[in-house]
């Protein structure tokens, strides 16, 4: 087995990012996944305390479809983040400044429009990631069940929909789903098969037209009987991968 493709996804909901390799951290995730996030005004997070919420306190796809015709990029170098909308307005602020954010925040919260709840703001506290799950995680996905999956549905199924950290080949349709509290060697590091990624009505939206235009989570629930496609990991020895990478399954 080895990684095709690398992404990270700097701002909860937009735009993926391709990486040549990463290096993670015992406990973590690739470096500025999810480290950006519009919360909802009425989610009540706290930047002070930074706790755990779910996806739909948060500008995010399940619930705002249209962010996916936003372009965004990050560079973590200088720190600044730019966002494009469809009819060519845009935004390039430095997103680790609070005035840079305020200003990020003010942008995305008229793009929104009546999608934006109470008084939104655009988070990033260091070390905390607004990722879907309660720990920080890498997520993988198997090329050959999306294959699987595609041939029988009978249509293309564009990968971004699905919004993985890792798509990888050379293992057999739908094996990952039995990896599950295995751990796997991925280049440098080590991690831990915690979940299948039970997938949401996000995967709803074409990442190319920002419609809802196919039900994955129906289709799945159909064909297989279950509605997970990838799987969840944590890293227990932190390391560098890279694209091209060999991954291999070391057992419990």
Known sequence: MRIEYLYRYPVK???????EAAEVEQGGCIPWDRAFALAQG???FDPGHPAWLQKQNFMCLMKNARIASLFSFFDPRSGMLAIRAPDGSSVVENALTPEGRDRIGAFLVSYLGEEARGAPSFHHVP???FCDQRHKVV??????????????????????R????????????????????????MGGAVLRVTKGITRCPATQVNPETAGR?????????????????GIHAQVIEGGKFAVGDAIELLGQ
């Open 162 to 185: 699905f919004r993985a950290n890792i798509w990888f080949s050379g293992a057999s349709a739908w094996s990952e789903r039995d990896w599950v509290g295995q751990q796997i060697q």
């Open 42 to 44: 009425d989610a009540g």
């Open 127 to 129: 070390g905390h990631s």
């Open 213 to 229: 235009d196919a039900d994955p989570v129906e289709e799945l629930r159909g064909l297989y009987g279950h509605v997970e496609l």
């Open 13 to 19: 909901g937009l735009t993926a990012e391709a990486l």
């Open 139 to 160: 997520s993988l996905i198997n090329l050959a069940s999306l294959r699987d999956y595609e041939g029988k549905v009978g249509v293309r199924r564009h990968r971004r």
